[in-house]
């Protein structure tokens, strides 16, 4: 009987340690933020001596943060709006209709998963760059749009199986279209999938480096994660201001998620439990 009883604590116990490990490299950083560069370059892992504030007033300024939280804000709520859009109106597409065209596009959009980004990143920005289309954000959503929507067109394919079809039968017997019929009866049942499609895409998008380091290429389009290069020059890089500019740009972010975490975990529950 004991050991039965103390098998909720030693599995709480458990938690707070699987906690306490995720928690510390991110614990690390915020630490290391009020650190001066030379503290940071000694000993990583000290407790700061001083709290260093101006690191964040010397990153806000050297990274033009107001910028480039602007053009993350843009790129990544459009993206994800156009993925999400997009994705759940062709997976509705390929499973209502059964064309056969829709089975190879199906099987297209599958296989182009298993393709990594870093083999087309550079015939990609070859063929932009001779066309001229790079330096523009139109261009970069248009490459998030083709290399999200396969991921959830497939996500999206697998729920939309699950609803019955007699649900769309009888909005057709009283006169709906198509379109209403599904923005009006499938896309509500959709929200478990795109609760879950818009924690990962916007952790994708917002924190994306690569890409956007390919195609966004005047200062006036940099996204945070691009800004942050700003403290690295030829010979040195400045790690105390560097590393605030990683904690704000990652606030953002936290503060979306903690804000929407009620919507999160219902989502995900309601996804997990059809």
């Known amino acids: 009987m004991k050991s039965r009883r103390s098998l909720p604590k030693i599995k709480t116990l458990l938690l707070y340690v699987l906690l306490l490990v995720f928690l510390t490299p991110f614990l690390m950083i915020v630490m290391n933020s009020f ?49 999400l859009i997009f994705s759940s109106m062709t997976g509705y597409l390929f499973v209502r209709f059964k064309w056969r065209i829709n089975g190879i596009i199906f099987f297209v959009m599958l296989a182009s ?105 005047s200062p006036d389009h940099k996204t945070l994660p691009l800004s942050t290069y700003n403290f690295f020059s030829s010979y040195s890089v400045d790690y105390a201001p560097l590393v605030a500019g990683l904690i704000m740009t990652i606030v953002p972010v936290l503060l979306l998620y903690l804000f929407l975490q009620k919507q999160i975990i219902q989502g995900i529950t309601e996804g997990a439990l059809k």
């Open 113 to 217: 998963l298993a393709l990594p980004f870093q083999v087309l990143m550079i015939p990609l920005v070859m063929l932009y760059g001779n066309m001229n289309l790079l330096d523009t954000k139109g261009i970069l959503l248009f490459m998030y749009l083709g290399f999200g929507v396969p991921f959830g067109v497939f996500t999206f394919h697998g729920f939309i199986k699950g609803i019955p079809f007699e649900l769309e039968e009888s909005a057709f017997i009283e006169g709906s279209s198509r379109v209403r019929t599904f923005f009006q009866i499938v896309l509500p049942l959709l929200k478990p999938v795109f609760v879950t499609l818009v924690v990962l895409d916007v952790l994708w998008i917002w924190n994306d480096y690569l890409l956007p380091s390919l195609v966004l290429l």
């Open 35 to 83: 650190k001066s560069t030379q503290q940071f370059v000694e000993n990583p892992l000290s407790l700061p001596t001083s709290f260093q504030f101006g690191n964040y007033v010397s990153a806000f300024e050297n990274m033009d943060f107001l910028q480039g939280f602007m053009n993350s804000l843009i790129i990544t709520v459009l993206s994800v709006l156009l993925i």
